[in-house]
């Protein structure tokens, strides 16, 4: 009598995700392993992952010598946001000894200058904009005392913005108090000119 043999086959549970994965975060995980962090969006704590991965590839680079080390780039189309997290992103890019370079694909604004102008090497596609300002304090509430402290605060994170540019670019400071009163706005000709570009980008092989 021949013996029989009972196939069983794997039941996958109702609640089983059948989509797909979403693109844009199959694109985004994608250019992580290529070291490659899109900023398109405002900046704000959630920017602060930028940070987290500047220093992981930095402890993963620890025993490959500088000049050997793959670049992070960072692509730029950003209207700006916190100054405060701006800030800090920028300490960590001058801090990272592998390389950071910073590529403006549009518009590059407010807090998104002071990151990019932090980069190790600043490309720039030929129509890119940047824009300079003083930024807003809009929206202050609070007692009188409060606002008073805010105002104090206010007027030394701008006077760390201007000596910032100062140190960063190749304008006087004269030149620059007088243009960061309103939006400053500064197209690649000038930002080649004044050092807040280095290059154009004229080969796509930069993004791959």
């Known amino acids: 009598m021949s013996e029989q043999y009972e196939i069983t086959f794997p039941v996958l549970p109702q609640t089983a ?107 720039a596609l030929p129509n890119s904009v940047f824009v300079l300002h003083k930024g807003s304090c809009s929206g202050v509430s609070g007692t009188y005392d409060e606002i008073v ?16 540019y100062i140190d960063n670019t190749n304008y006087t400071e004269e030149e620059i108090e007088e243009n960061i009163q309103t939006d400053w706005y500064i197209r690649t000709g000038e930002a080649l000119e004044k050092g807040i570009v280095d290059k154009l980008v004229t080969d796509i092989g930069l993004f791959c």
């Open 149 to 164: 402290a805010f105002a104090r605060d206010y007027e030394k994170q701008m006077e760390t913005l201007i000596n910032f």
């Open 17 to 123: 995700n059948w989509q797909l994965a979403d693109p844009s975060l199959v694109n985004f995980y994608s250019d992580l392993e290529n070291r490659t962090y899109w900023l398109s969006d405002e900046i704000n704590n959630y920017t602060f992952d930028l940070v987290q991965y500047i220093i992981r590839w930095n402890r993963e680079d620890k025993d490959i010598p500088v000049e050997q080390r793959k670049p992070i780039r960072i692509i730029i189309d950003c209207p700006g946001g916190h100054l405060s997290v701006s800030e800090t992103v920028s300490n960590i890019i001058k801090m990272s000894k592998t390389p950071v370079y910073g590529i403006a694909l549009g518009y590059v604004a407010s807090g998104a200058t002071v990151i990019y102008l932090s980069c190790h090497k600043k490309f």
